[in-house]
């Protein structure tokens, strides 16, 4: 009780070393949490929360990194479809051996009628049916319908239907339909009339097709490694899709669910080059072809309205 009634002298309150020791210790005390509350604990708990950010990140860069290709298994790739590359030229080229040309037109009809006195044919007219030659200088190839108008024997006609799909392998009997001629009073049997649709292969000079596989491989192996996607890199943006102006579309037919398309008198399926464009898709309206980036639609009205 002294030591409290001590501390009132006078009328006023008055501190010993003891009590202002004890006073500053708790001054210190106060001012510490509140500084704790105020400024530490806050920070404490950002740093917390970065700290969470980035081992996060972490995790999402490693699982990010175990998804990029192997550099080394895309270049191991590279030279292998390069070696393919150089087998499959060489194969072409050896392949092409015996093919005619495509300045050859008049040689291939030589060989279409060369046979008809020797198994006793008629051949009324020979034609070919989609000459675009001029047009088309894009392709490797070119498939060109000759149509053979004929009079025989059955047998005459079966024996010149082997004749045909046996001139080479670039050649081939597309189909045949046979009438029988009607019998006039007073004169013989007449012999059944045959038109056969012949396909023949035309190729491009070997110069030309050269320089153009060149490029057509290089495009493949470039597509072979841009199929690799890379997740650091940013999505392919929509293709924008444009009208094929530079060709016109005949018609689309087919059958078996295949479709064929006849794009400047010649037909096309796909996978064809067609004027340094791909296609892509035929569908019953419409061919899809792309070139790079560029998307383009060629569509039947467009030939009715040129």
Request: proline residues 3%; glycine residues 8%; without cysteine.
């Amino acid at each position: 009780m002294k030591s409290v009634e001590g501390l009132f002298q006078g009328g006023e309150l008055r501190f010993g070393r003891r009590e202002k020791t004890w006073l500053l210790v708790l001054v210190w005390v106060a001012a510490g949490l509140w500084g704790h509350r105020v400024f530490v604990q806050p920070r404490a708990e950002a740093a917390r929360g970065a700290h969470e950010e980035l081992r996060e990140a972490r995790q999402e860069l490693a699982r990010l990194e175990a998804q990029r290709p192997d550099i080394r298994v895309l270049e191991e790739q590279i030279r292998s479809l390069q070696k393919q590359v150089g087998n499959t030229y060489q194969q072409l080229e050896d392949l092409e051996k015996g093919l005619l040309y495509r300045q050859d037109v008049d040689l291939l009809l030589e060989r279409l009628v060369a046979d008809q006195k020797k198994l006793n044919l008629r051949i009324n007219a020979v034609e070919p049916l989609k000459d675009s030659q001029a047009k088309e200088k894009n392709s490797f190839y070119k498939r060109l319908f000759v149509e053979v108008d004929a009079s025989a024997t059955f047998e005459q006609l079966i024996a010149y239907l082997n004749v045909l799909e046996g001139q080479g392998p670039y050649q081939r009997v597309h189909g045949a339909k046979v009438k029988m001629e009607k019998k006039e009073a007073g004169t013989e049997e007449a012999n059944p009339r045959a038109v056969i649709l012949v396909e023949s292969l035309l190729a491009d000079t070997s110069e030309h097709r050269s320089d153009q596989r060149k490029r057509v491989f290089s495009l493949m192996e470039d597509l072979s490694v841009r199929e690799k996607k890379d997740p650091f890199m940013a999505r392919e943006r929509p293709r924008e899709e444009k009208e094929a102006l530079d060709m016109s579309l005949s018609g689309i037919f087919g059958a078996g669910g295949v479709l064929s398309a006849l794009i400047d008198g010649e037909a096309h399926q796909e996978g064809d080059l067609v004027k340094g464009k791909r296609i892509v898709q035929i569908l019953p309206d419409q061919v899809i072809l792309e070139q790079g980036d560029q998307r383009y639609i060629l569509r039947e009205r467009e030939t009715a309205g040129e």
